[in-house]
Each structure stands twice: as C-alpha cells, then as structure tokens.
C-alpha cells in the first residue's frame, strides 16, 4: 500500500519561497506519477504540477497559475517528491496535497480522480 506523507507549509510573505517535500513509500517511487494539488477554502481541488514516472520519461507539467513559479522535482533513490515555490501570492494560499498514480494516462494528468493515492496535506499561507 503507498503512502504519501506532505511536509513544509507554513506561513510566509508575498514574495518569499517555500519548498513541499513528498514522501512516498510502500511502492517504488519510480513507477508513479506524482502531482501537487492544492485546495484553498471554498474552492475545488486545482491541479498545481506533476511529474511522470520512469515510463513518461519523468516529464513535468504545470498549472497555467503556478507556471515559471514554481518546479516539481523527483529524488527516485529517496524516493521523495519536491515542490519549489518560488515568488509567492496571496492567492496561493491553500492545503496542498501530493497524489500518486501508476495507471494515469497522459490526458488525465489534471484530474484529481485519478489518483488512487493521497497524502493528508499540507497548510500554505501567504500572507503580509
């Protein structure tokens, strides 16, 4: 069973940066695809970045939000998923999760539901 553990939110000013570590065990990290999903209050789970596994040649998408923001980024050996963010808003504010797949399909990179596996989350705030 994979199990996905969320670290590094907290509280930072607009502007400043903040890196979300991914800890994925139960399974090689290699065979997933692993995204970053953010949720802030009132609002529907929003796609933020993903990373493919071995199988998609490791390649990364993003969000139209968070594009030149912010990198996703895959240590296979400590089998670790990061998010960088960079240049921080207001509106970035949100509990962020890490998912992982090994069935998605390129097409539903985007799409929460296709994630069978979910950490618990982790809060980012942003704010002066």
């Known amino acids: 069973q994979v199990q996905l553990t969320e670290s590094g939110g907290g509280l930072v000013l607009p502007g400043e940066s903040l890196t979300l570590s991914c800890a994925v065990s139960?399974?090689?990290?290699?065979?997933?695809?692993v995204a970053w999903f953010r949720q802030a209050q009132g609002k529907e789970r929003e796609f933020v970045a993903v990373v493919r596994g071995s199988s998609g040649g490791g390649r990364t998408y993003y969000g139209d939000a968070v594009n030149n923001r912010f990198t996703i980024s895959k240590d296979n050996a400590k089998s670790t998923v990061s998010l960088r963010m960079n240049s921080l808003r207001p509106e970035d504010t949100a509990v962020y999760y890490c998912a992982a797949s090994s069935t998605v399909i390129l097409s539903a990179l985007r799409m929460p539901s296709q994630y069978g596996y979910w950490g618990q989350g982790t809060q980012v705030t942003v704010s002066s």
């Open positions: 139960g399974g090689a990290l290699s065979r997933y695809t």
